[in-house]
């Protein structure tokens, strides 16, 4: 939908486009936005006309990180709603936009910032996780023609009716693949304090080591089970329309991992590439007698479903089933439950620790090796599920550090 709208436009493909995305921590300080600032040049010097896609400044705590925008607006007043929490945190990537612009300027680079709606940024309604629907890039398209570096507020767009939203949490790796797709950008780079996609969080494990090629659908599991380095709906997206990806640093010149559709080829063969988690999740159990059936098993996936409450891990046998919620709605999750006459047993403080990668299937011995590595470091699995791409053990939270580290181990992740 992005892709035929550009060649409408210009009916041809234009001109050599690269869109840099650079993360909270790559613009915070002046030191590294003189990296940005050379990457930029880099490409420039390459021959590109280069759009930069930059997040908020800094995380929590920094005076214009989002969390830090929505503190002011939530511990002011305690009624603010998605509307205008979604204009309040649209503030931290404006702030963002105009210091990067300024920065290249200093260079010598002609800039100018754009905030998502000037880009032409379009999502639906559903204020603070909102979906972008299509991108009308012909405004930025001008001014790449006329030889700007175009600055882009990432993590923002705005409805049809004019009202503006954000992207959720990570939203401008989003931005960043809809207009590298809208641009029909040659390069995509997402520039973070990070050497790429890694076999694991280096937070949790220090000597994880930088995945040279991953394809989209492992990252896309990797993305949505926890590793946080890319927001999964940014490679869905680049998947949908095969935008080749590259997640690099800012800060090193490390090669980076590129994210393609088949795997690239001389790499060696892997089982496992990679260990992730979530914390924060609860797990519900519900105990069914031998007079319940069916019908009350549908009841209940039902009550939970009408009120939109999202469930993972899910496990049905006759006579229990079972399932994780995340924290921050798991009272809702039991009061529904009770309403609908259910009494759930309800155990909070869990992670989800998972392997992922597509040389796992088929494999036997895969699930016999996460088990006794957990077991060996003293882990206790409380459930587990798996899908073609990856298997998850529920731990308890205090455990998923150590649980991660030891599977990584048992993988061989490190060599
Ligand atoms: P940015 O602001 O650049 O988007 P993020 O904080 O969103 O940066 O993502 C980068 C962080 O993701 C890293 O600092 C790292 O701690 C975390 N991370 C979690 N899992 C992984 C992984 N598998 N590979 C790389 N980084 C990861
Ligand atoms: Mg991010």
Redesign the pocket.
């Known amino acids: 939908m992005f892709r035929d709208h550009a060649s409408r436009i210009w009916g041809f493909s234009v001109l050599a486009i690269a869109v840099l995305?650079?993360?909270?921590?790559?613009v915070a300080s002046e030191e590294s936005r003189q990296l940005a600032v050379a990457r930029v040049r880099a490409h420039l010097d390459k021959g590109y006309d280069v759009c930069v896609v930059v997040?908020a400044m800094g995380?929590k705590g920094e005076p214009y990180a989002t969390d830090t925008l929505l503190g002011l607006a939530r511990s002011l007043y305690h009624n603010t709603a998605p509307r205008e929490l979604d204009l309040m945190a649209a503030c931290g990537e404006i702030i963002s936009s105009v210091v990067m612009t300024n920065a290249l300027r200093r260079e010598g680079i002609r800039a100018l910032a754009l905030t998502g709606w000037q880009a032409g940024i379009v999502t639906d309604t559903n204020f603070t996780q909102a979906r972008i629907r299509r991108v009308e890039p012909s405004h930025l398209q001008r001014h790449l023609k006329e030889g700007f570096v175009v600055v882009v507020a990432g993590f923002q767009g705005q409805t049809e009716s004019g009202d503006i939203t954000t992207l959720g949490?990570?939203g401008?790796?989003i931005s960043a693949v809809a207009l590298g797709v809208a641009l029909e950008a040659q390069e995509t780079e997402?520039?973070?304090?990070?050497?790429?996609?890694?076999?694991?969080?280096?937070?949790?494990v220090p000597d994880?080591r930088?995945?040279p090629s991953i394809t989209y659908d492992e990252l896309c599991q990797?993305a949505h089970e926890?590793?946080?380095?890319?927001?999964p709906v940014a490679v869905e997206l680049a998947r949908r329309y095969d935008l080749q990806l590259h997640?690099r640093s800012?800060f090193s010149d490390s090669m980076g991992t590129t994210v393609t559709g088949q795997p690239l080829v001389g790499g060696h063969p892997r089982t496992v590439t990679?260990?992730?988690s979530i914390g924060g999740m609860v797990q519900v159990q519900v105990d069914f007698g031998p007079d319940q059936g069916s019908g009350d098993e549908l009841r209940l996936f039902k009550a939970l479903a009408d009120q939109r409450i999202s469930l993972d891990m899910i496990l049905v046998t006759p006579g229990r089933k079972a399932f994780i919620v995340a924290e921050g709605v798991a009272q809702e999750a039991q009061d529904v439950m009770e309403r609908a006459g259910f009494f759930p047993s309800i155990r909070p403080g869990c992670a989800k620790v998972s392997v992922i990668g597509a040389g796992m299937r088929g494999v036997p011995g895969v699930m016999a090796a996460v088990a006794s590595a957990l077991h060996d470091a003293g882990v206790r699995i409380l459930q587990t599920a798996d899908s073609h791409l990856s298997i998850s053990c529920l731990v308890p939270q205090e455990h998923s550090d150590t649980a991660v580290r030891a599977l990584h181990g048992k993988f061989h992740l490190s060599q």
């Open positions: 995305k650079f993360g909270g921590t790559s997040s995380r949490r990570g401008s790796d997402i520039y973070t304090d990070v050497d790429g996609v890694l076999t694991a969080d280096p937070r949790v994880a930088t995945i990797f926890g590793a946080k380095v890319i927001h997640i800012t990679g260990v992730t």
